[in-house]
DNA sequence: GACTTTCAAATAATCGACAAAAATGAATTA
DNA sequence: TAATTCATTTTTGTCGATTATTTGAAAGTC
């Protein structure tokens, strides 16, 4: 069937309205429920309805279904058999077991990291610290703690993550990569939850990044390390106060 | 109204015909499923058809779906959007990663769980072991490789794992735990693949774990910890010949 | 002959409704 | 008052069917 004339091949056919970029419900269900539930917009402990999630998010149940799926392996969601869905709780005991194991495990990213790293990392570790002190972060969280629903996670906060882990990209396993950065979400909570309260403890933080970055490219390890691990006890302190000893 | 005589409270009311463990069937599929991967049943890198493995397990597609994100998060199954799912793909470089790894994350473990580990600890490690050698291992993987379908974990695979979480139960942090029991999952994949092709390189093994008991009890963290690497290492050089150097 | 385009079959994703289990709360009893 | 029972209601878990997307093969074009 001959079409008429030499329609100009259409570029790349211009997909109409593309809801979202290509993804499924679930998968953005997933990203969202994800960003609420690290920047504690979903307070901890409290109940995942199913119905509740559909109106806010305006998708059906499966999709939602799957997404909460996915949460609970993260660790961010918890399920129980025939009594649904809830957002992990924290707890000093969690907060005293993640810190200490974001400093052992990191450790060794770390020092992997340094000891293979060519010049190519180090330009890279340099040029996301570049990025992080552009971003202004926090700029999620309003300076009332009041959230606009919707946000996504905000450019800040990616470019605190990409940071973190452009400092262990060169150590030489995806497995490790991969295990920092769910000690990372999981600490993230923890930071959030530090914000929201104290908002006038805002960080003398950038400095600590500063630090870091000035011990790598002087290829102090030791120095790089000890600096990695004050970092996270500080956070480790920010929010700690802000729990009582009993989870919930 | 008045109830009859004094019925005597109904104990536990003794549930009728209770299908599952009062579990719901995502939660038993994603059990079999994980059994299925970990035990090389379904091959590395296949598909993972939903209709397929309704008929399978003989349930619907919802509980399937459930259990296949789960697996998702697991690192077992691979997810792309609108393709569906797969069962990851080893590879050489794959198990490289892993068991560098595992070294890592397990000898800061095993150290700390050394020091901190009272004789309640050192007992239960002695108890684990016992009963590792007491379950044949390989209980369900005949001869001739052949595995009769429906077959759940073997005790012995459970015993297997038992003792490697009791070597670490005492480093005082679950979330190091939790990292160090990913990783065994993941390595289980390896081992069984090994094991499934050849049956006679058999285990001298039964020694290494008696090594590691010895090395324990004697309180020598660090031969302790060689001997546990050592232990990785075998695994990984059984594994490695069995895989193609491109993933799939 | 190699490369598109088209169309049909297969598969994935989502919806809406139903069934099963747990939470709620008022009425009853000790 | 405190505890127990029972019916009501909410919520979870599952199914079947519908819609959207990809895959693969046949037809067509340069």
Redesign the pocket.
């Known amino acids: 069937?001959?079409?008429q004339a030499a329609r100009p091949?259409p570029v790349i056919a211009e997909p109409a309205v593309v809801k979202n970029g290509?993804a499924?419900?679930?998968s953005e269900a997933y990203q969202r429920l994800r960003e609420d539930i690290i920047n504690a917009v979903l307070v901890p402990g409290s109940?995942?309805?199913?119905?509740e999630l559909c109106t806010r998010y305006g998708?059906?149940?499966?999709?939602i279904?799957?997404a909460l799926n996915r949460l609970v392996r993260d660790g961010l969601a918890s399920?129980s058999?025939?009594?649904?869905?809830s957002v992990t709780s924290l707890s000093r005991a969690h907060l005293e077991s993640l810190t200490k194991t974001r400093c052992w495990v990191n450790e060794i990213a770390l020092r992997e990291s340094m000891l293979n790293g060519d010049s190519a990392w180090e330009e890279g570790v340099v040029l996301a610290y570049h990025r992080l002190t552009r971003n202004p972060r926090r700029a999620s969280a309003q300076p009332g703690g009041v959230r606009v629903d919707g946000t996504y996670n905000s450019s800040g906060e990616q470019a605190h993550r990409a940071f973190h882990t452009s400092l262990i990209s060169a150590c030489g396993s995806p497995w490790l990569i991969d295990l920092c950065e769910q000690l990372f979400d999981a600490a993230d909570r923890y930071r959030h939850l530090a914000r929201a309260t104290s908002s006038r403890t805002a960080r003398p933080r950038g400095d600590e990044h500063k630090l870091l970055v000035d011990a790598v490219v002087a290829r102090d390890v030791d120095r790089a390390v000890a600096v990695l691990k004050k970092h996270f006890s500080r956070t480790h302190e920010l929010a700690r106060g802000q729990l009582s000893d009993d989870p919930a």
Chains 1, 2 share one sequence.
């Open positions: 069937m001959p079409k091949k290509g499924t419900l679930a109940k995942l309805r199913v119905q998708m059906g149940q499966s999709p279904r799957e399920l058999d025939h009594k649904g869905f």
